[in-house]
Every structure is written in C-alpha cells, then in structure tokens.
C-alpha cells in the first residue's frame, strides 16, 4: 500500500533534544518557565528538574565552588541551537548565561566520550593553576630507552638455520660461515691477488 505524503512526512520528523545544567538549585517552577520559554520551538517534552549531590567542584562550572546541579531534559519539534537555548533559559530564570550549560545530544555523547577516562572528572579536583606532574620520561626518549631497546635487540638476535634436503651432498652441510671465516678468506684472497698483479706487471727488463 502507497503511504501518503503526510505519512512520509511524519515517519521523517525529527526531534531535537537537548540537556539543560542550571548550577545550583533551580526554583519550583522553573520547568514551566523553561516551557514557556522554548514554546516558540514547540516543546515535546521537557522533564522535571534532577538534582545531582553537592560536589565540591563540577565539571561544567568549574568557576563554582561546593554546589548542586540541576538538569533538565528538553525535546523540541524546531531546530534551535545549544547557544540558543542558552540565551532563553538564562532569561526566563533571571539567572547568568555562567550559571546555564546546554548540550544537545550529539554534543553530550561526544562530551562524555571525552571525559570517559578523565582523572580529574574522577577525582573532582580542579588542576587550575596546578602544576604538571614531574617526569623526565626517560623510559620512552632517554638512556634508559635506549638501553632496554638494545636489550631486546640482543633478545632477538638469530644465527642461520641449517635445513637437509636432496641436495645435501651438493650444498655445504653447515649453516652460514661465521664472520671470523669470512674474514680469514678474504684475507687470503685479497694476498694471493696482490703477489699474481705484482708478478704480472713486474717489468721483465728489471729482472736480472
């Protein structure tokens, strides 16, 4: 069966939701003015105030010191901005645009991706104005890196494997000739080639 075009429409509705922080403890009727306040945007739905335990310092008004917060989930059927819904809040509720923080649902997602493995969303300490912690991280760029990474090198370190075979009576029956060897041929070739060129090119006029 065909669907009509207001069908279409409707299964493509989208929704835009948004989560609203107001730092400290919001009034009783501060979900109504928030309603009232995005009922431009018509408001779908919009969630009665949760408030979080007195912290001494939170994450999103680290300007604010040993307080609650209260959050708000709101949908509306417009589009608006975070920055938008920002503005509003803070007039409805007569508070500062510092005491409102608005994230909608990709923001918040992303923001919680971000602060997943935060030690200091964890601890609830503020590092404002703290020092870094001392290191001279020579386990991964100093001497000491240098030395474990030569460590392992020599852990490593593989001689040449002998394998047998049909033609063991054409091929040498040792693995590759140590560097010593090598060194001992060379050294002979490199002497007999010496005494061949001087005999050659000895001039047989000098010869008595």
């Known amino acids: ?10 299964e493509s509705k989208q929704n835009y939701e948004f989560k609203i922080k107001i730092a400290g403890d919001a ?18 739905s919009i969630s009665e105030g949760k408030r979080s335990p007195i912290q001494e310092s939170q994450a999103d008004f680290p300007e604010h010191t040993n307080i609650a917060v209260t959050i708000f989930d709101v949908e509306v ?5 975070s920055h938008q819904v920002r503005d509003f809040v803070a007039e409805a509720l007569n508070i500062t645009h510092s005491c409102v923080k608005v994230r909608n ?26 020092d870094y912690e001392k290191t001279n991280h020579q386990s991964v760029v100093g001497e000491e890196h240098k030395m474990a990474l030569l460590k ?14 049909v033609n063991d009576e054409i091929l040498a029956k040792k693995g590759p000739a140590s560097s010593e060897k090598i060194s001992k041929t060379i050294t002979k070739d490199t002497i007999s080639k010496s005494l061949f060129d001087k005999i050659v090119n000895t001039d047989p006029r000098k010869i008595k």
């Open 152 to 165: 392992e090198l020599g852990k490593t370190k593989q001689q040449g494997t002998q394998y047998t075979g």
């Open 77 to 81: 059927a417009y589009p608006i901005t």
């Open 27 to 44: 009034c009783d009727s501060a979900s109504d003015k928030i309603k009232s306040a995005l009922n431009r945007f018509k408001v779908e």
């Open 105 to 130: 649902l990709k923001e918040q997602e992303e923001d919680q991706i971000n602060t997943q493995y935060d030690q200091n969303q964890l601890s609830g300490k503020a590092i404002l104005g703290t």
């Open 1 to 10: 069966m065909t669907k009509s075009f207001k069908e279409y429409l409707q």
